[in-house]
């Protein structure tokens, strides 16, 4: 018995140790626990879980009543306004929107005030006074006479050509002389069929240029001796231009020994006139009449 007894003894100790850890033990453990994190567990009792549970329940109940009556009030208020809202627009006429684009369309291709008729407003005449007449009547007589020498050429050309002219006898000779810038012709007319020499040599051959010859018988043409009279020239000094000239001269003053009436005519005309333009004679110490040559100050 006393065997027993001692080894009981004995092994509670052991079961003691193992169950429980002595106090410095149990500390550490409790420390490392704290310091992995982790929270106490905070689950509230059964008792306390069911109340929770039944205030929530009922107050869904709350919410979904307070939303059921929501809806019927706006369900209430809505149908009125859609029913508002259909009559009118049922009773608008729906051609209306289809006419707008039309008067847009119109008014956009008519111009405003096309069918307008004009309305002619006549200025007020005010009495001129004698210089303002007179200073009109000064432009008129003007503006006639320029009119009259700018179309005379045309006018009055046929008007000395349908003059008959002069008949001239077998054996006449008509001389004269004409003269242009430093040329100088010898003109002669006699009976014949309007042929012209210069210098032995036929018109279109001495003066190859349009111009020169136009000028040269221009006389001829315009009395309407053209083709009656056979002209001879000689003529020497200057250029082709004033050669043309001078033979021009020459055959004017020789047609009014044929016909003294034709002088006006002539003279109107400027044939008749010695044309005096001639080159300037060069200066000393010019290089030509007036040019000076180049001034250098260094």
Not at 242 to 268: N, W, Y
Request: aromatic share 2%.
């Amino acid at each position: 018995m006393i065997d027993d007894e001692t080894q009981k003894d004995e092994a509670t100790p052991e079961q003691d140790q193992g169950d429980s850890p002595a106090g410095p033990v149990a500390e550490d453990a409790a420390s490392s626990s704290q310091a992995a994190g982790d929270a106490p567990s905070s689950t509230p009792p059964a008792g306390e879980a069911s109340e929770s549970e039944a205030a929530a329940a009922g107050g869904e109940d709350v919410e979904e009543s307070g939303e059921e009556k929501a809806e019927e009030s706006a369900a209430e208020t809505v149908e009125p306004v859609a029913e508002k809202a259909e009559e009118p627009v049922a009773e608008k006429p729906a051609p209306k929107a289809e006419e707008k684009p039309k008067a847009e369309e119109k008014k956009k291709d008519v111009i405003p005030g096309a069918d307008l008729e004009p309305i002619a407003v006549e200025p007020e005449e005010r009495p001129l006074s004698a210089e303002e007449k007179a200073r009109k009547e000064a432009e008129e007589e003007e503006r006639a006479q320029r009119e009259a020498e700018l179309v005379g050429d045309a006018v009055e050309e046929p008007q000395a050509a349908s003059r008959a002219p002069a008949k001239l006898e077998g054996d006449a000779r008509y001389l004269a002389t004409g003269k242009r810038k430093t040329a100088i012709a010898r003109v002669t007319l006699l009976p014949g069929s309007g042929k012209v020499e210069v210098n032995k040599r036929a018109l279109e051959e001495f003066f190859p240029r349009p111009l020169h010859q136009t000028t040269a018988i221009q006389p001829l043409v315009i009395t309407g001796y053209e083709g009656s009279v056979d002209v001879r020239v000689r003529v020497h000094g200057g250029g082709i231009s004033g050669q043309a000239g001078a033979v021009r001269h020459g055959i004017a003053r020789a047609l009014t020994e044929i016909d003294p009436e034709l002088r006006g005519e002539l003279k109107r005309r400027g044939f008749l006139t010695r044309d005096a333009r001639a080159k300037e004679r060069r200066k000393a110490g010019l290089k030509k009449a007036r040019k000076r040559p180049q001034f250098s100050k260094r």
